[in-house]
């Protein structure tokens, strides 16, 4: 497995507009978790899924954000009618309870991240 | 609530130990981590710790934990150019999703 990957790497969009990113974690990880990571700031938390299933929301995920993660495989990031404030860069994490080879047990991997610029 | 501090640079000569310092106040941490991040890229676990160990020794790595002074170091010993980077603490406690709480991150200046 090559770790947690996040596409596109980079998006530039225009206000107003909607953009969707995807993350597919490392397989067999039912966890998974997006954070939001803006200039000389340490990431924040977004949202969180165990397999399917939405469990938690921060305060941060406006309801201009959806979240989904069907089937309990990769997961999507949707940023409706886009504003300059959501320019960041917004990273996904998985983990697994039981651990694995070379994974601990309860320990997020983080992905690349996409960076957003909303001009 | 969850709140990670640390101190925004350090700058050390090559072949120097770096120690980066770290305090948090959320007395459930069970899980105290080390990322690195190097600009325009994502997160690097680099190490962790369970709150239940003081010490933790991987390669050039030590870390240290004083839990009853909520406080958590990253000694980086013969510290290389291309450790330059930014360095962020981080905690998480074992109960419902494990939400982790970073710091600010510390900017690690390698001087040749």
């Known amino acids: 497995d090559t770790g947690v990957s996040q596409n596109p790497r980079h998006k530039i969009t225009k206000r107003g507009q909607n953009v969707t990113f995807r993350c597919d974690p490392i397989s067999e990880h039912n966890r998974l978790y997006w954070y939001r990571q803006t200039l000389g700031q340490g990431p924040e938390f977004l949202t969180y899924?165990?397999?399917?299933?939405?469990?938690?929301k921060s305060r941060l995920l406006s309801d201009r954000f959806s979240a989904e993660r069907p089937k309990g495989s990769f997961s999507t990031l949707e940023i409706q009618r886009t504003e300059q404030g959501d320019s960041a860069m917004y990273l996904c994490a998985s983990s697994t309870r039981t651990g694995g080879p070379g994974l601990a047990k309860n320990i997020q991997y983080f992905g690349a991240g996409t960076r957003l610029s909303v001009l | 609530g969850e709140d990670v501090e640390q101190s925004l640079f350090l700058s050390v000569r090559e072949g120097d130990s770096s120690v980066i310092n770290c305090t948090y106040t959320d007395s459930s941490s069970t899980y105290l981590y080390w990322y690195k991040q190097e600009p325009g890229a994502g997160l690097q676990l680099l190490t962790y710790?369970?709150?239940?160990?003081d010490m933790k020794q991987d390669q050039r790595l030590t870390v240290l934990l004083n839990k009853k002074d909520k406080h958590l170091s990253l000694r980086i010993a013969d510290t290389q150019t291309g450790d330059s980077a930014i360095y962020f603490c981080?905690?998480?406690?074992?109960?419902?999703?494990?939400?982790?709480?970073f710091g600010i991150g510390t900017k690690l200046q390698v001087i040749p």
């Open positions: 981080a905690e998480s406690n074992s109960g419902g999703y494990q939400k982790v709480t």
């Open positions: 899924f165990q397999n399917e299933a939405q469990l938690e």
């Open positions: 710790i369970f709150s239940n160990m």
